[in-house]
Structure formats: C-alpha cells, structure tokens
T-cell receptor
Framework: NAGVTQTPKFQVLKTGQSMTLQCAQDMNHEYMSWYRQDPGMGLRLIHYSVGAGITDQGEVPNGYNVSRSTTEDFPLRLLSAAPSQTSVYFC????????????FGPGTRLTVT | AQSVAQPEDQVNVAEGNPLTVKCTYSVSGNPYLFWYVQYPNRGLQFLLKYITGDNLVKGSYGFEAEFNKSQTSFHLKKPSALVSDSALYFCAVRGYILTGGGNKLTFGTGTQLKVEL
C-alpha cells in the first residue's frame, strides 16, 4: 500500500493563479480531509469528506474548493492564490470519523508570491 | 466548539529522564483523544488514542497517555526519553458524531520536544 500520496511536494504560485493539490489514498478509507499547517497555529481543517460525493467545510475554507468523485481521490483547489495561503498542506484519511486515527500524506509546501 | 490547548511550546528533557507533554481539551460530551508526532519535513504519524475504557493508554515507541476526565487532560508521557524522540507533538480531539463534532478533528498548536544527551 502506498498509503496517502500528495502531489506536488513543492509549488510556487503568483498571486491570482489557481492550482489543484492532489491527494490519493489506497486504503479504501471513507473519511478524507485537508489541513494547513502554519507556525504556531498547529493544523487547521480546511475541508473534509465523509464519503464519495459528500464534502463539508472545516475551520478555514475560504479560498479553497474540494470535490470527492471517488473514494480514492480528494483534490484541493485554490481558486485565486493569495500570499496568506502560503503554508504547508496535508491531506489525511481514515476508515471513518469518530475514534479512528488518521493517516497523513507527506505534505505540499506552497509559496504564493 | 471543541478546542485543544498545549500550554508549552517547547519541552526540554535529558535522555533517560521521564518526559511529559501536556494537553487539555474542551468538547461537548465524551471525547476521542489522539496524539500525533511530526518529524522534520514529514507528515504526522499516529502515536496513540483514547476512545473509552482504561484511562492509561499505551502507544507506539513506548509512549503512553493518561486520560483525566475531571481535569479534561490527556498528557503524553514516556518513562525514559531518547534523543530520537525529539520531534513536534500534537494533541487532537474529536467529539462524538451525535454532538456535532464527530467529523472534525481539532489539533493543538504543538509542543516541540527536545531530548538532549
């Protein structure tokens, strides 16, 4: 099993550009989520999905879109990048929510200039 | 709303000494509690969790945590620290689904553990 994979590992964008961060898992997990990690702020939930076709907002959803057309994939779209979106982004998955631990991808380091 | 507090940004301990990383939480109803570890330039790795039952939970790499409902705490402990334990540690909480918080995992701000020789 590859676990949770994320691409790209690094990305530099100019303000106003759009892009999609890819996330895939091969564990048949129903629950997937996106977090951003900023110094001193821990991880903050952007969006999550409890199954294919079902998504919901987390703490900091503005400026980001998600969709979940398959169990395996959960891409995160930045609509119009802003310097405030400079961060490290992690995708995670788990069998379900509740008491199940999450498995994290290696992260994408995004810089917006 | 659920929340997690990790009051120490950094904990320093000598190798071989016991270590404690503190965590307190706030959630409606009974919590699911987790500890994760992050090594430099890596994703988070699961260490242990409390769901129900015994208040002392054992996890990976010799770590354990004690759930204290009255103090709403879930401190991470290890009897004898290793230099290789140096990393960033995150506590996280999730409420039960029926209370509305079950789908969202809330993380603390992290505690940097430094173990020195």
């Amino acid at each position: 099993n590859a676990g949770v994979t994320q691409t790209p590992k690094f990305q530099v964008l100019k303000t106003g550009q759009s892009m999609t961060l890819q996330c895939a898992q091969d564990m048949n997990h129903e629950y997937m989520s996106w977090y951003r990690q900023d110094p001193g702020m821990g991880l903050r939930l952007i969006h999550y999905s409890v199954g294919a076709g079902i998504t919901d907002q987390g703490e900091v959803p503005n400026g980001y879109n998600v969709s979940r057309s398959t169990t395996e994939d959960f891409p995160l779209r930045l609509l119009s990048a802003a310097p405030s979106q400079t961060s490290v982004y992690f995708c995670a998955s788990s069998y379900s929510s509740g008491g199940y631990e999450q498995y994290f991808g290696p992260g994408t380091r995004l810089t917006v200039t | 709303a659920q929340s997690v507090a990790q009051p120490e940004d950094q904990v320093n301990v000598a190798e071989g000494n016991p270590l404690t990383v503190k965590c307190t939480y706030s959630v409606s109803g009974n919590p699911y509690l987790f500890w994760y570890v992050q090594y430099p330039n890596r994703g988070l790795q699961f260490l242990l969790k409390y769901i129900t039952g015994d208040n002392l939970v054992k996890g990976s790499y010799g770590f354990e945590a004690e759930f204290n409902k009255s103090q709403t705490s879930f401190h991470l402990k290890k009897p004898s620290a290793l230099v290789s334990d140096s990393a960033l540690y995150f506590c996280a909480v999730r409420g039960y689904i029926l209370t509305g918080g079950g789908n969202k995992l809330t993380f603390g701000t992290g505690t940097q553990l430094k173990v020195e020789l």
